[in-house]
Nanobody, 115 residues
């Protein structure tokens, strides 16, 4: 059974930094294309960062240059480092495969950017 547990969210001021973690079980992250997604109130869930099995990364234009996705194969954990946060980054953040399996969505972690 695949399970993703996201953590690390919180309240941060504009311009601040947060680091998110996604602990995975039942799936080997290093051989899958993985993604970080977010869903803001009233909006559809969107992919913001992606990492391939080979370690290549891609980002949505809205976060390019500010967010960094990475992976620790030994810990089977996915990370998202978020710098220069903006109010429009406020959302619930999730991890999943880059072709997301609807059964695998976790609870997510809330990120709120506000002064």
């Amino acid at each position: 059974q695949v399970q993703f547990v996201e953590s690390g969210g919180g309240l941060v001021q504009p311009g601040g930094t947060l680091g998110l973690s996604c602990a995975a079980s039942g799936i080997i992250l290093s051989i899958n294309f993985m993604g970080w997604y977010r869903q803001a109130p009233g909006k559809q869930r969107e992919l913001v960062a992606r990492i391939t099995s080979g370690g290549s990364t891609n980002y949505a234009d809205s976060v390019k240059g500010r967010f960094t996705i990475s992976r620790d194969n030994a810990k089977n954990t996915l990370y998202l480092r978020m710098n220069s946060l903006k109010p429009e980054d406020t959302a619930v953040y999730y991890c999943n495969t880059d072709s997301p399996n609807q059964l695998w969505w976790g609870q997510g972690t809330q990120v709120t950017v506000s002064s």
